[in-house]
């Protein structure tokens, strides 16, 4: 059986630094017939459980801690009984929406999770979030990049705990090291490639 990528976009806010905004988020499945995990918990619980069904979670994956990436991840793990897994750098942000909560597994770089019979390995990518994490799921080509980059570039880093040096040595370093077919799907937004944003980023 084949591992697939299921994909919604849900509604709500992002606030930080005093300021809050409307945005859209993707929700990522990726798994078979019988188990997967969930990338990014935003939003809308009932949504995420459209596209998980009666499959196994796994797993919660999420890419960094800013509240539009983590805010239902306690309330999905009691619907699915299953690991939020977040990379320790990002406790920071993590509590300033969870103070009652917190993560299960420690996302460190090169931590793989298999499911489905496709591996996923996290790749560290700071910047935009100092715990910033990509998925890279090799047979499946693609990446899951958060808001680490998008399609037209680098994620924001306008806000407390980001960098913009950081984010385009991430960028360079570590995504633009994996093929240039590889699909990026991203946090907000459409689909794009590593060899897209490789050659639009270019040496700025």
Known sequence: MTARVDHAVVSGTFSLDGETHEVDNNVWVVGDDTECVVIDAPHDVDAIMELVGDRAVRAILLTHAHDDHCRVAPELR?????????????????????????????????FEIL?????????????????AVCFHAPSLGVVFTGDTLFQGGPGATGRSYSDEDVIKTSIRERLFALPEETVVHTGHGPDTTIGAEKAALGTS
Request: charged share 20%.
């Open 78 to 110: 009691e619907r699915v009984v299953a690991p939020i897994m977040l990379h320790p750098d990002e406790r920071p942000l993590w509590e300033l929406t969870h103070t009652d909560h917190l993560w299960d597994v420690d996302l460190g770089d090169g």
């Open 115 to 131: 499911v489905g019979g496709t591996r996923l390995q996290a790749i560290h990518t700071p910047g935009h979030a100092p715990g």
